[in-house]
């Protein structure tokens, strides 16, 4: 804090607090030194990110769906349709912290989750058995993206990457059986 002191003409003047010294460059951050190259961690987050563009776009299909499913089903897929896309809510914040542990930004926009998602978005809101095949495609999407993220991780030796992404794995791909069970 400025110290204040009075002048020769009885006005308050304040010295200058002391100027602070640039860091020394072993008080900087730190390398990421985590047992992972760079190019690995780069190529685990663009997968990651790739995944967390399919999860996204997945969730805000199954949010939508469950906004507007009509039909007979519709107490059934009205409360399977939150229960997922509570949960893919949930998993959006791990798979976006990881890549951010992994050193890279995390895609947050939809023009970039449009450019990396390999889901295509309905135009129109389809009937409740049409939901419910998009969505098992929209699982399945995501799992064989996780899929692919897991062989970048698993050939970097990440492993909590690869553990998050076989958590992914299980999720989607057991939704995807549910909802395909619907349809027969």
Do not use: C
Request: charged share 25%.
């Amino acid at each position: 804090m400025a110290k204040a002191t009075k002048s020769v003409k009885g006005a308050l003047k304040t010295k200058a607090p002391a100027k602070t010294k640039a860091p020394k460059s072993d008080q900087s951050v730190p390398h990421i030194d985590i047992g992972i190259t760079d190019s690995a961690r780069a190529a685990v987050a663009a997968e990651l990110s790739k995944t967390l563009a399919d999860s996204y776009t997945l969730y805000l299909m199954t949010h939508n769906f469950h906004w507007n499913v009509t039909g007979p089903l519709f107490n059934t897929l009205h409360a399977m349709f939150m229960t997922q896309y509570t949960e893919e809510w949930n998993a959006l914040d791990d798979i976006a912290e990881r890549i951010r542990a992994l050193g890279h930004y995390a895609p947050g926009t939809y023009r970039e989750y449009a450019q990396l998602s390999s889901i295509a978005e309905p135009t129109n809101i389809p009937d409740a058995l049409e939901m419910v095949r998009l969505l098992v495609k929209g699982n399945e999407a995501v799992a064989k993206t996780a899929r692919a993220a897991f062989e970048k991780a698993d050939a970097a030796n990440d492993q909590p990457t690869a553990d998050l992404l076989t958590q992914r794995l299980d999720v989607h791909e057991k939704n995807a059986w549910m909802l395909r069970s619907l349809l027969q």
